[in-house]
């Protein structure tokens, strides 16, 4: 119950966080869809702040688990769980790279299908969650699905359109923030875990 009370604190205060940045903007005169803009230099401050958070919250996952994968590698290379931590940082850095370098708008350009971009992003989701399944179930997965749920909404609500570009961008861009907050403390949570479970034991040794 701590891990779930330490996240709703967190996306408590990441919502007062994110209507503070909307409240700002209002009031500056600025448009709110520019939170959620894709980066570029700009004198406003608001222009992509919140795309910019979001990258910066992807990096995090990548970087915890890349780093619980060099540490117990070194303590049990061959334990089901560090290979785990492995795919996870290899999975999660995949995303990253996508969101960064936008990997899924050159696909589209070169003639595949978008629909057919997701549906190779979620089988890859699929199969890490097929082939980890007994470790996943050992965590507090519910938080992973919760953040993957609210990513598939933001791609739900792109794929649609909407004409009102403020609208369209609170109904994307909130989900796949949160998104983000919840996949980036699933795994800070998995990986602290980890360690100290597996460094008691050499203690206890």
């Keep these: 119950m701590t891990i779930y009370r330490s996240l ?3 996306n408590s205060f990441c919502f007062l966080f994110l209507g503070l940045a909307i409240g700002v903007s209002l009031f500056l005169g600025l448009k709110v869809s520019d939170l959620f803009f894709y980066p570029y ?3 406003n401050p608001n222009i992509a702040f919140l795309t910019r958070t979001f990258q910066l919250l992807c990096s995090v996952p990548v970087i915890v688990c890349a780093f619980t ?3 117990e590698k070194k303590i049990q290379p061959r334990h089901p769980a560090t290979q785990f931590i492995l795919f996870s940082a290899l999975l999660t850095g995949g995303f ?3 969101e960064i ?3 899924h708008i050159y696909m589209i350009k070169l003639g595949i299908p978008k629909l057919g971009v997701c ?4 089988i890859i989701l699929f199969s890490y969650g097929w082939v980890f399944q007994r470790e996943l179930k050992e965590t507090p997965y519910q938080i992973l699905l919760a953040g993957v749920a609210l990513l598939f909404f933001a791609i739900a609500v792109d794929s649609l359109h909407l004409k009102n570009q403020t609208i ?6 909130v989900p796949k923030l949160f998104s983000a ?3 980036a403390f699933y795994y800070w949570c998995v990986c602290k875990l980890f360690l100290v479970k597996n460094f008691s034991k050499i203690n206890e040794v």
């Design 8 to 10: 709703f604190r967190l």
């Design 41 to 43: 230099f700009s004198p």
């Design 69 to 71: 994968y060099g540490l």
């Design 181 to 183: 907050i919840d996949i």
């Design 168 to 173: 369209a961008s609170l109904l994307e861009g």
């Design 101 to 103: 370098y936008r990997i």
């Design 96 to 98: 990253l790279l996508n």
């Design 119 to 122: 549906l190779l992003y979620a």
